[in-house]
């Protein structure tokens, strides 16, 4: 299997942490939306992802009842669109959503190997397979940029010989990442990646699958207008994919350092909870039993703003704050942010970020934070 960078020169360059600014995000949500309202009427069950309308309200992906729900701007429900299916906008299983270019909510069906693009009245506008008349690896992480630009990551696939000498049950993936238009055809085949890491499971029926390690290593890609940036599964850097110029790779200043066992054991909590409750004491009783990588990976996930700027994300998943620092696309560092909750960031706009959190009482929350950028 070629790596991505075999035979491909790379630009390198260091990451200018000076002059940066720190943008605030407040502590107090604008808007903040439990997924039961307190009538005692469910509002969404699981938010596997949303973007927010023009007229404030929002389309939330909800992964339990395949659904999409309208909100309008007090974060009412307004309706309630699709269901689970084979037909025309009906989905088997909600991966990932994000906003796909004005308001549009790209929303991707794992099990049905479909895309489906979603209007602001929460009906699906058109669905398409993605890729698209094509034997590619099937995606699993989306990106889309401000104007519509559609990446994605495949599916993690074991590497030969990459076990873990800790623990056999812990094994090195790859990945493959590719740039698609608007139809999901293949456009750019940027190749393989290191991936990260995974644990091999066996299901309480005896089913064998795997998860992602807990604060294990794991690539990460966010699509730009003009170019695809992927986040190291294993260092500290980025790497900027240009259709027209060699890839760019950035250093970014983060201080790498082992994890607490208390990191650890909330990373174990937040994979738990993206499985059925059926399955969720086996699932956590294996995966605590494999020891804590030696480090923390440096970057958790990335996202790219309305302006087009890269937000790398440099806490892990369950940490109690999300820290974020903010760089162009030419590699330059330009701030900081901290978000004050332990979110899941959906989409971050000019002045707000839109995400989901779990509170004390394993209730989901779905929030809108105001950013003030300095």
Same mark, same amino acid.
């Given at each position: 299997?070629?790596?991505?960078?075999?035979?491909?020169?790379?630009?390198?360059? =260091? +990451?200018?942490?000076?002059?940066?600014?720190?943008?605030?995000?407040?502590?107090?949500?604008?808007?903040?939306?439990?997924?039961?309202?307190?009538?005692?009427?469910?509002?969404?069950?699981?938010?596997?992802?949303?973007?927010?309308?023009?007229?404030?309200?929002?389309?939330?992906?909800?992964?339990?009842?395949?659904?999409?729900?309208?909100?309008?701007?007090?974060?009412?429900? !307004?309706?309630?669109?699709? #269901?689970?299916?084979?037909?025309?906008?009906?989905?088997?299983?909600?991966?990932?959503?994000?906003?796909?270019?004005?308001?549009?909510?790209?929303?991707?069906?794992?099990?049905?190997?479909?895309?489906?693009?979603?209007?602001?009245?929460?009906? $699906?506008?058109?669905?398409?397979?993605?890729?698209?008349?094509?034997?590619? &690896?099937?995606?699993?992480?989306?990106?889309?940029?401000?104007?519509?630009?559609?990446?994605?990551?495949?599916?993690?696939?074991?590497?030969?010989?990459?076990?873990?000498? &800790?623990?056999?049950? *812990?094994?090195?993936?790859? $990945?493959?990442?590719?740039?698609?238009?608007?139809?999901? +055809? *293949? *456009?750019?085949?940027?190749?393989?990646?290191?991936?990260?890491? =995974?644990?091999?499971?066996?299901?309480?029926?005896?089913?064998?699958?795997?998860?992602?390690?807990?604060?294990?290593?794991?690539?990460?890609?966010?699509?730009?207008?003009?170019?695809?940036?992927?986040?190291?599964?294993?260092?500290?850097?980025?790497?900027?994919?240009?259709?027209?110029?060699?890839?760019?790779?950035?250093?970014?200043?983060?201080?790498?350092?082992?994890?607490?066992?208390?990191?650890?054991?909330? +990373?174990?909590? !937040?994979?738990?909870?993206?499985?059925?409750?059926?399955?969720?004491?086996?699932?956590?009783?294996?995966?605590?039993?494999?020891?804590?990588?030696?480090? %923390?990976?440096?970057?958790?996930?990335?996202?790219?703003?309305?302006?087009?700027?890269?937000?790398?994300?440099?806490?892990?998943?369950?940490?109690?704050?999300?820290?974020?620092?903010?760089?162009?696309?030419?590699?330059?560092?330009?701030?900081?942010?901290?978000?004050?909750?332990?979110?899941?960031?959906?989409?971050?706009? #000019?002045?707000?970020?839109?995400?989901?959190?779990?509170?004390? +009482?394993?209730?989901?929350?779905?929030?809108?934070?105001? %950013?003030?950028?300095?």
């Amino acid at each position: 299997m070629r790596s991505m960078l075999a035979g491909v020169m790379l630009v390198i360059a =260091v +990451a200018d942490a000076s002059a940066q600014a720190t943008w605030v995000v407040e502590q107090t949500p604008q808007l903040d939306i439990a997924a039961m309202s307190k009538e005692g009427t469910v509002v969404f069950s699981y938010a596997a992802g949303g973007m927010r309308l023009a007229n404030g309200g929002l389309l939330i992906a909800d992964r339990s009842e395949n659904t999409i729900r309208v909100l309008d701007a007090t974060g009412k429900l !307004v309706r309630s669109v699709g #269901r689970t299916g084979e037909g025309p906008g009906e989905f088997q299983s909600m991966l990932w959503a994000g906003r796909c270019r004005g308001d549009s909510l790209l929303v991707w069906d794992l099990r049905r190997r479909q895309a489906t693009m979603v209007g602001a009245s929460g009906a $699906a506008a058109r669905q398409f397979a993605v890729p698209k008349g094509d034997t590619a &690896q099937s995606p699993y992480q989306f990106s889309c940029s401000p104007g519509g630009k559609i990446a994605y990551r495949s599916a993690p696939r074991p590497v030969r010989g990459a076990v873990n000498q &800790q623990n056999p049950n *812990i094994v090195g993936v790859s $990945a493959a990442v590719y740039a698609v238009d608007a139809d999901g +055809a *293949i *456009i750019q085949r940027l190749g393989e990646i290191a991936a990260g890491e =995974v644990v091999a499971m066996v299901s309480p029926g005896g089913g064998r699958g795997a998860v992602p390690r807990p604060l294990g290593r794991s690539a990460s890609i966010a699509a730009l207008d003009d170019a695809v940036v992927i986040g190291s599964a294993d260092s500290a850097f980025v790497t900027v994919w240009r259709a027209d110029a060699q890839p760019a790779r950035h250093s970014l200043p983060i201080v790498l350092r082992a994890p607490t066992q208390r990191e650890f054991d909330e +990373a174990v909590q !937040v994979l738990a909870s993206m499985v059925p409750a059926s399955m969720r004491q086996t699932m956590t009783q294996q995966i605590a039993a494999i020891p804590p990588p030696e480090r %923390l990976p440096p970057i958790s996930a990335l996202f790219v703003d309305s302006d087009g700027l890269i937000w790398i994300q440099t806490t892990p998943a369950g940490a109690k704050t999300v820290d974020f620092l903010i760089m162009r696309g030419d590699g330059r560092v330009v701030a900081t942010a901290q978000v004050p909750v332990g979110m899941t960031v959906f989409e971050i706009g #000019r002045d707000y970020l839109l995400g989901s959190f779990t509170d004390a +009482a394993d209730e989901m929350h779905v929030a809108v934070y105001r %950013l003030r950028r300095q």
